[in-house]
């Protein structure tokens, strides 16, 4: 399950998840590629990475648009000579209620999360299948893959989303040796999150000790979040399954919010 000579392409990978991600990718021995809008913070990652002893790129990449994407993918190819994995976690978060919610909002959050995955994918995938070696595909999913919360239709609509496009990847990358998985983590504690703790007490009227405690960890079986650690292992255990055994799969990794 090494990924010594495996080249990682991770989308929104200069901060959170994603560079968490990144990190241990290349300590396992990948060449990641930092993929994000900003590119000056996913230069600073990649430069990290390189002082650390790993292999790491940056390129600028707008997920929702398909020219910037193919532009990330085809820079990605021309320096590294091809992509093994892809990491699709870019995203955002925006909350309001239903009969609050823009319809730019809306649109916004789908065009990261769904388009972004699906755009990715289709410019990724090619090359996989020219190797011949077949590669992992990773979506970064939710929690809320599988479950509904207020406030969060865009969200939920976008992550129930990628369980289905996994799965259409997993039967038609399958006889390529292309899998594709969805990890689902609980609430992680990033500064998506944090934004999120003062936006979801107003909303439902509670404090924001409430909101974590009621809200965001009530189900989990011991309190606690998610930590980057925890999806970051994930991913990298998918990224190296060495057989097809593993496809088409949501693995979900919550503390026991929710349980499947």
Same mark, same amino acid.
């Given at each position: 399950m090494a990924l010594n000579d495996k080249v990682a392409l991770v989308t929104g990978a200069a901060s959170g998840i994603g560079e968490q991600c /990144?990190?241990? #990718?290349? &300590?396992?021995?990948? *060449?990641?590629?930092?993929?994000? %809008?900003? +590119? =000056?913070?996913?230069?600073?990652?990649?430069?990290?990475i390189v002082a650390n002893g790993g292999k790491a790129i940056a390129v600028a990449m707008d997920v929702t648009s398909e020219e910037a994407v193919n532009t990330g993918v085809a820079e990605t190819v021309n320096r590294l000579g091809g992509i093994d994995v892809l990491v699709s976690n870019a995203g955002i978060?925006?909350?309001?209620?239903?009969?609050?919610?823009?319809?730019?909002?809306?649109?916004?959050?789908?065009?990261?999360?769904?388009?972004?995955?699906?755009?990715?994918?289709?410019?990724?995938?090619k090359h996989m299948y020219a190797s011949n070696k077949g590669g992992a595909v990773i979506y970064m999913g939710s929690?809320?893959?599988?479950? /509904?919360?207020? #406030?969060? &239709?865009?969200?939920? *609509?976008?992550?129930?989303?990628? %369980?289905? +496009? =996994?799965?259409?990847?997993?039967?038609e990358g399958g006889?390529?040796?292309?899998?594709?998985?969805?990890?689902?983590?609980?609430?992680?504690?990033t500064p998506l999150v944090d934004k999120q703790i003062p936006e979801q007490a107003k909303?439902?009227?509670?404090?924001?000790?409430?909101?974590?405690?009621?809200?965001?960890l009530k189900e989990t079986v011991d309190g606690e979040f998610t930590s980057l650690e925890d999806v970051?292992?994930?991913?990298?255990?998918?990224?190296?399954f060495e057989s097809s055994a593993l496809?088409?799969?949501?693995?979900?990794?919550?503390?026991?919010?929710?349980?499947?």
């Open positions: /990144a990190r241990k #990718l290349a &300590s396992d021995g990948a *060449t990641v590629v930092i993929a994000d %809008l900003n +590119l =000056a913070n996913a230069q600073k990652v990649a430069e990290d978060q925006i909350v309001n209620r239903i009969e609050d919610y823009a319809f730019s909002d809306w649109k916004r959050m789908l065009a990261i999360h769904l388009d972004g995955a699906f755009l990715t994918t289709k410019a990724v995938i929690v809320h893959s599988h479950e /509904a919360s207020q #406030l969060k &239709s865009a969200y939920v *609509t976008a992550k129930h989303g990628l %369980l289905g +496009l =996994a799965r259409v990847v997993a039967k006889p390529r040796g292309v899998r594709a998985n969805v990890v689902c983590p609980g609430f992680v504690r909303a439902l009227g509670i404090s924001e000790q409430q909101v974590v405690k009621d809200v965001m970051a292992n994930t991913v990298a255990f998918l990224a190296g496809t088409g799969q949501s693995i979900v990794v919550s503390h026991g919010w929710f349980m499947q």
